[in-house]
């Protein structure tokens, strides 16, 4: 608390936990600081899984409605089942290469800041958290309509908001570098899937 006033530094800690993520959704920085530091949740890893899941799924769905193929026969079904596999593995691929991209921007701008192996399991943490909007991909298909295309492209943007949130607060960093390191990692994201198409892959 601080002496002064007598009043928590986290006006969070007082707060309801459904205020906490109302608050979260609406990329507020400091609902962002208070669960990256001051909650002990250990979900980075499952919540990264689902949300890569998520995404091969609409990807997979995709792909099916492309070749409309309804043969019963099981070679078909094990090679759509590899597709789903296939999909989940380009998933990882390019979200590996998005992290990529950000790390060595942000490692290269504010070598300062990242010093220390905490510092980059800190900020690896709250980007994969920073991913929970990808879990909107899910209903956006289930409830699919003519804007569904609309739809998947503003769960983008806010997912790509909610990483900018994350790295400025980990990193205090001002508005214009978390957005530059994003640019990047979407560069070398794009890259991996122009080398997927070059190789013949539906991505």
């Not at 608390?1 to 009043?7: A, I, L, N, R, T």
Request: proline share 3%.
């Amino acid at each position: 608390m601080y002496k002064s006033c007598q009043k928590p530094v986290d006006k969070y800690i007082e707060y309801d936990p459904v205020i906490i993520l109302i608050n979260a959704v609406l990329c507020k920085a400091q609902a962002y600081r208070h669960i990256l530091f001051n909650t002990k949740i250990n979900i980075h890893g499952k919540l990264c899984i689902f949300c890569l899941l998520c995404e091969a799924y609409i990807r997979w769905l995709q792909l099916q409605d492309s070749s409309q193929n309804t043969d019963p026969d099981d070679l078909i079904r094990y090679a759509k089942e590899w597709d789903f596999y296939r999909m989940f593995g380009i998933a990882s691929l390019e979200q590996t290469s998005f992290f990529i991209g950000i790390f060595i921007t942000l490692w290269w701008m504010t070598p300062e800041m990242l010093k220390r192996k905490s510092d980059f399991i800190l900020l690896l943490k709250a980007l994969l958290l920073s991913t929970y909007g990808k879990l909107l991909l899910i209903p956006a298909v289930i409830w699919e309509h003519d804007y569904t295309p609309l739809c998947l492209a503003f769960i983008k943007v806010f997912v790509l908001i909610s990483n900018s949130q994350a790295i400025r607060v980990t990193l205090n960093l001002n508005r214009i570098l978390p957005w530059f390191a994003i640019f990047f990692g979407l560069i070398l994201e794009n890259g991996v899937v122009c080398l997927f198409q070059k190789m013949g892959w539906d991505v």
